[in-house]
């Protein structure tokens, strides 16, 4: 069964910083991995979308990067803003025994200060 | 090109009761998902479809069900609510590669459903 942890849960930081957040999952056999944030009470917004086969995708401010060998994904987005504050969730999609489910982390709360 | 619309937005409903809930993809999309989120288990997969075909599932009981339409469109259906079933219920359209494989997932702003 896929799993999918995201860290930190929570995270604070001031303007202008850099920052990473973390997505690991247990089975590398994956199609894709996406990139999304959450507004409080609204659907999810579509960030970066990794194929299997890349290392990495580039967007403004944000970049994604894919080791499938070690379960891993990160986004590092640039120079924050308070625009920025949402939850930041990672999903990742099929595996050898997920046929094509997607399955997503609980995510990473981040709340970027003035 | 217009998102992946749902409707209603919000609806409230009393235990035993059943409900459905309705999606409209992106233009062209054929592809169509359902999500469950709650506080409690995060982000839920609970179907998907293509081509009128339900290609996987979720672990959830039978109460819920989904179909999809020849123009792509979808609902859900959760037959005797309970109150745990109180959550926002999201649907996502996405295009599919020749493999079979989904591309970018879009979603849609939610159903919140609250059983009382």
């Known amino acids: 069964k896929q799993e999918v942890t995201q860290i930190p849960a929570a995270l604070s930081v001031p303007e202008g910083e850099n920052l990473v957040l973390n997505c690991s999952f247990t089975?590398?056999?994956?199609?894709?991995l996406q990139w999304f944030r959450q507004d409080p009470g609204k659907g999810l917004t579509s960030l970066l979308l990794?194929?299997?086969?890349?290392r990495e995708q580039t967007s403004g401010r944000l970049n994604a990067s894919l080791d499938k060998s070690s379960g891993r994904s990160t986004l590092y987005i640039a120079a924050s803003q308070p625009g920025d504050s949402a939850t930041y969730l990672c999903?990742?999609?099929?595996?050898?025994?997920?046929?094509?489910?997607?399955?997503f982390g609980d995510g990473t709360t981040l709340t970027v200060k003035p | 090109k217009a998102g992946v619309t749902q409707t209603p937005r919000y609806l409230i409903k009393t235990r035993g009761q059943q409900v459905t809930l309705s999606c409209s993809p992106i233009?062209?999309?054929?592809?169509v998902s359902w999500y469950q989120q709650t506080p409690g288990q995060g982000l839920q997969f609970l179907f998907e479809?293509?081509?009128?075909?339900?290609?996987n599932k979720g672990n959830f009981p039978g109460r819920f069900s989904g179909r999809q339409f020849s123009n792509s469109r979808s609902e859900m259906n959760v037959s005797t609510l309970e109150l745990g079933d109180s959550a926002l219920y999201l649907c996502?359209?996405?295009?599919?590669?020749?493999?079979?494989?989904?591309?970018?997932?879009?979603f849609g702003p939610g159903t919140r459903l609250t059983v009382t």
């Open positions: 990794i194929q299997s086969s890349q």
């Open positions: 996502a359209s996405s295009l599919l590669s020749s493999g079979g494989h989904s591309y970018e997932q879009y």
């Open positions: 999903a990742v999609r099929g595996g050898v025994t997920n046929a094509g489910k997607s399955t």
């Open positions: 233009s062209g999309h054929r592809s």
């Open positions: 089975d590398s056999a994956i199609y894709n």
């Open positions: 479809y293509f081509s009128e075909t339900q290609r």
